[in-house]
């Protein structure tokens, strides 16, 4: 699954890949549950184990994907 998350005075999304078992309902509420506190960072754990924490009230969106377009070639 891929997710983009769009931060405060950046310019560009950060862009994580998940593993394709990632389960999109308990994504969501782990970043609503996040989300409540400004203060609090949502941690996510990318295909290859890396982690990345980002900090809640550094978030301005959240963009959850299947991951089926990569590798697509071409302007269909």
Do not use: C, Y
């Not at 970043?31 to 990345?52: I, T, Y």
Request: hydrophobic share 40%; charged share 30%.
């Amino acid at each position: 699954m891929d997710v983009r998350i769009g931060l405060v005075h950046s310019l560009r999304e950060l862009e994580v890949e998940l593993p394709d078992d990632t389960d999109a309902e308990a994504l969501r509420t782990q970043v609503d549950e996040a989300m409540r506190d400004e203060d609090s960072v949502l941690w996510l754990v990318d295909r290859k184990g890396a982690n990345f924490g980002i900090a809640a009230g550094k978030i301005t969106f959240i963009q959850l994907g299947t991951g089926s377009e990569k590798g697509r070639i071409g302007f269909g």
